[in-house]
C-alpha cells in the first residue's frame, strides 16, 4: 500500500512570502497526484491534479511540481494571504489509476498578517 | 448547485449502539466514496461505490461496517455495535464521470463521538 509522508510541523509564514509544502511517498509511482485544502470542520476541497507524466502544474496563485524519481510533490502558494491558512492535503491513487485516494496527514499553514 | 450533503452533522451515542449516516452526492455523480478520519490522523478510506458495479470494501476495518447505495444516489454507512474507536469525522464524497472520476467533491462529514 501507498505510504504519504507530509510535515506534520505547521508552516508559520508572512504574508506575501511563498509557502512550500512537501509530499513524500513509498512504493510504486502513482498515475496522479492531488492536492486538497481543508478548513476546519469542513471536508476537503480539491485544488489541483497533476499527471505522472507532467513536471509542473499552476493555478493561479498556486504550483505543484512532480518528481516520479524522488517520488516527491510540492506544493507553492506564492504571494500568501492570511485567507490562505487552512491544512493542506496530498493525495494519491491507492492503486495505478484507480480513483480510491490514500491522503497524508495534511501540512497546516499559518499565514501571518 | 448543491453540493454534497451529509447527515447528521454531529452524532453522540452509546457504546453498542448501532448509528447510521446517509450521505447524498452531486447529482449525475456515479462514483461515491467513504473516508474517515480520525483525530491527527489522514482520510482513511473505507469503500467505494462506482455506479452499477460491486462496491470495493476493501477498507472497512471490520463487519460491523457496511455501506449500501440505493438507486445510485444516497448512500447510508452504518456501523453496528459502536465501538469508543470508531469516534471519528466520517467523510463522503462523490466524483463525476467527466472528470474521469478523478477529482472528488466531499460533503462537510458527520462527526461521531462513542461515549
Known amino acids: 500500500s501507498q505510504k504519504i509522508e507530509q510535515n506534520s510541523e505547521a508552516l508559520n509564514i508572512q504574508e506575501g512570502k511563498t509557502a512550500t509544502l512537501t509530499c513524500n511517498y513509498t512504493?510504486?509511482?502513482?498515475?496522479?497526484l492531488q492536492w486538497y485544502r481543508q478548513d476546519p470542520g469542513r471536508g476537503p476541497v480539491f485544488l489541483l491534479l497533476?499527471?505522472?507524466?507532467?513536471k509542473e502544474k499552476r493555478k493561479e496563485r498556486l504550483k505543484v511540481t512532480f518528481d516520479t524519481t524522488l517520488k516527491q510533490s510540492l506544493f507553492h502558494i506564492t504571494a500568501s494571504q492570511p485567507a490562505d491558512s487552512a491544512t493542506y492535503l496530498c493525495?494519491?491513487?491507492?492503486?495505478?489509476?484507480?480513483?480510491?485516494?490514500?491522503f497524508g496527514k495534511g501540512n497546516q499553514v499559518v499565514v501571518i498578517p | 448547485g448543491a453540493g454534497v450533503s451529509q447527515s447528521p452533522s454531529n452524532k453522540v451515542t452509546e457504546k453498542g449502539k448501532d448509528v447510521e449516516l446517509r450521505c447524498d452526492p452531486i447529482?449525475?455523480?456515479?462514483?461515491l466514496y467513504w473516508y474517515r478520519q480520525s483525530l491527527g490522523q489522514g482520510l482513511e478510506f473505507l469503500i467505494y461505490?462506482?455506479?452499477?458495479?460491486?462496491?470495493?470494501k476493501s477498507g472497512l476495518p471490520s463487519d460491523r461496517f457496511s455501506a449500501e447505495r440505493t438507486g445510485g444516489s444516497v448512500s447510508t454507512l452504518t456501523i453496528q455495535r459502536t465501538q469508543q474507536e470508531d469516534s471519528a469525522v466520517y467523510l463522503c464524497?462523490?466524483?463525476?464521470?467527466?472528470?474521469?472520476?478523478?477529482?472528488?467533491?466531499f460533503g462537510p462529514g458527520t462527526r461521531l463521538l462513542v461515549l
Open positions: 493525495a494519491l491513487d491507492m492503486d495505478y489509476g484507480n480513483n480510491r485516494l490514500a
Open positions: 447529482s449525475g455523480h456515479t462514483a
Open positions: 497533476i499527471r505522472e507524466n507532467e
Open positions: 461505490f462506482q455506479g452499477n458495479s460491486a462496491p470495493d
Open positions: 512504493n510504486y509511482s502513482p498515475a496522479y
Open positions: 464524497a462523490s466524483s463525476s464521470p467527466d472528470s474521469r472520476g478523478e477529482t472528488q467533491y
